[in-house]
């Protein structure tokens, strides 16, 4: 059961259905390298509730987002940015 994942600092993308019902996933943590996340990477992650973006709220806005991420971006309204970029 994965319920933690930490994201490679160096990674620019999430692949499609990375993380498809991963159901018992709750915390994820993004580096700002991230650019693209692809379809249906969190499909079905029904426990994920925490994520966590190591970029600015700007970069966050930047990334591309592909279609059947609901569960990420419902997770909560706007990932933990800190003010600085680093968490």
Known sequence: ????????????????????????????????SVTKIGEFAFLNCTSLDEVYYKGTS?????IIISEGNSALLSANALPRVSPSGFL
């Open 1 to 32: 059961e994965i319920i933690k994942v930490v994201i490679p600092d160096k990674a620019t993308a999430i692949d499609k259905m990375a993380f498809a019902n991963c159901i018992h996933l709750q915390s994820l943590t993004i580096p700002a």
């Open 58 to 62: 700007d970069e966050w806005d930047s």
